[in-house]
């Protein structure tokens, strides 16, 4: 199941350091829970990834053991990051998740961020788009 989650702070950016622990963490807690890790991708304002779970795995479950995980590690590595974040959860709010087998597209992940921005009462610039021809 493809899967994506956004930083709760837009100005906590998923850089350097910080996204090579996560290209280690996250597949050692899929191992861990008898997860298969099947894609990652770990970009500066979001990660996605696909897993290949049990049937009887929920996704809430998938996802608070992921946020928790996660969390406590990058807190624990990045001092900074706690300290302006003091709700213990890295991971914005919500999360985006589907079924399949591919990764989410690219202008759905875009729409998912602008919509947690927007519920987060945050104004993001979007992006300029390109006129569209018609036939």
């Known amino acids: 199941m493809p899967v994506c989650s ?10 350097g350091d910080l996204s090579e622990h996560l290209s280690e963490w996250l597949p050692n807690i899929c191992v861990a829970f008898g997860w298969r890790l099947e894609y990652l991708s770990v970009r500066p304002e ?10 009887n795995t929920s996704p809430g479950y998938l ?10 590690k990058i ?10 974040n003091p709700s213990g959860d890295f991971w914005a ?4 998740i589907m079924g399949g087998t ?10 998912y961020i602008r919509q ?6 945050q104004e993001i610039q979007s992006e ?4 569209r021809v018609r036939d």
Do not use: A
């Open 6 to 15: 956004c930083r709760r702070f837009s100005s906590h950016y998923i850089t």
């Open 46 to 55: 979001y990660l996605q990834w696909v897993v290949n779970v049990q049937p």
């Open 63 to 72: 996802m608070r053991i992921m946020r928790q995980q996660t969390s406590e």
């Open 75 to 84: 807190f624990s590595d990045f001092n900074r990051l706690k300290k302006e």
């Open 93 to 96: 709010p919500g999360y985006l």
């Open 102 to 111: 591919q990764p989410h597209p690219p202008q759905l992940v875009r729409d």
């Open 116 to 121: 947690t921005r927007q519920r987060q009462g």
């Open 128 to 131: 300029p788009r390109s006129p």
